[in-house]
């Protein structure tokens, strides 16, 4: 078994004549938390789509959780969470409703569907919100479930798209605990996130330039290398020598 999640040589995406995402190569330990960093249009969600298999790479070549992201993307999608960037279940819908459903689109046995959701529920802390329509809850609690439902089904990887990008300073780092315990139970966490206080809770971190990968290292390797005290110097340093090139 490798001891690599995610592993990408080469990989591309164009828009027409745009290139998203120009030739990165990216590994990705087992049950790391591995931070994908750049500004708003750096690349980073595209990067995520094409390895959920939700994107079609123009070139290059890639694996997840053993799988061919161009030639498997069925198996891969059994064996990894993700959370978009958007609210993406049911507003009109309660809590548990929407878990349920999940379980249901996750093909979990139906033997085990009570015991998944039941530890999601506590492991999410959305127990006292349960019966509450989804779409009348904070930002917060709809998070919490996005996060109870992406991991409901166990899985090997778990892909979060900008998971607190409006989210109060509080939340974020409640949710950011929710995380860590994740990823504690051996799970692997690819998070893309523009703060750059978040990716302190990194394993590694990738920054993402204009499509290309300009430096990747743990938050003190990189600290180190660059000669600054915090990851936001070293998205600054790392996006003017881009710039520079």
């Known amino acids: 078994m490798s001891?690599?999640?995610?592993?990408?040589?080469?990989?591309?995406?164009?828009?027409?004549?745009?290139?998203?995402?120009?030739?990165?190569?990216?590994?990705v330990k087992r049950g790391e938390i591995y931070g994908f960093l750049g500004a708003n249009g750096a690349g980073k969600t595209t990067a995520m789509r094409m390895l959920c298999g939700l994107l079609v790479p123009t070139s290059g070549e890639g694996q997840v959780a053993g799988f061919d992201i161009l030639k498997e993307t069925v198996k891969i999608r059994t064996r990894i969470g993700y959370m978009s960037q958007k609210f993406a279940l049911y507003p009109d819908l309660t809590l548990r409703e929407n878990l349920k459903l999940s379980t249901d689109l996750y093909a979990i046995p139906r033997k085990l569907v009570a015991e998944?959701?039941?530890?999601?529920?506590?492991?999410?802390g959305i127990m006292e919100m349960l019966d509450s329509i989804t779409g009348m809850l904070p930002w917060g609690w709809q998070q919490r479930l996005s996060l109870?439902?992406?991991?409901?089904?166990?899985?090997?990887?778990l892909f979060l798209d900008e998971p607190t990008g409006s989210v109060d300073p509080l939340s974020r780092r409640g949710f950011w605990d929710l995380i860590r315990a994740e990823a504690e139970r051996g799970t692997?966490?690819?998070?893309?996130?523009?703060?750059?206080?978040?990716?302190?809770?990194?394993?590694?971190?990738?920054?993402?330039?204009?499509?290309?990968?300009?430096?990747?290292?743990?938050?003190?390797?990189?600290?180190?290398?660059?000669?600054?005290?915090?990851?936001?110097?070293?998205?600054?340093a790392v996006a003017a020598k881009a710039r520079r090139s």
């Open 3 to 27: 001891k690599f999640s995610i592993r990408t040589k080469g990989l591309t995406k164009r828009f027409g004549s745009f290139v998203a995402v120009d030739g990165i190569d990216v590994e």
């Open 116 to 124: 998944r959701m039941d530890e999601a529920i506590a492991r999410c």
């Open 148 to 157: 109870a439902c992406a991991t409901a089904h166990h899985p090997e990887i």
């Open 188 to 236: 692997t966490i690819f998070v893309t996130t523009h703060y750059m206080d978040e990716a302190e809770y990194c394993h590694r971190a990738c920054f993402l330039v204009d499509g290309q990968v300009a430096d990747v290292g743990t938050p003190p390797e990189l600290k180190a290398r660059h000669g600054v005290e915090s990851l936001q110097d070293v998205f600054l």
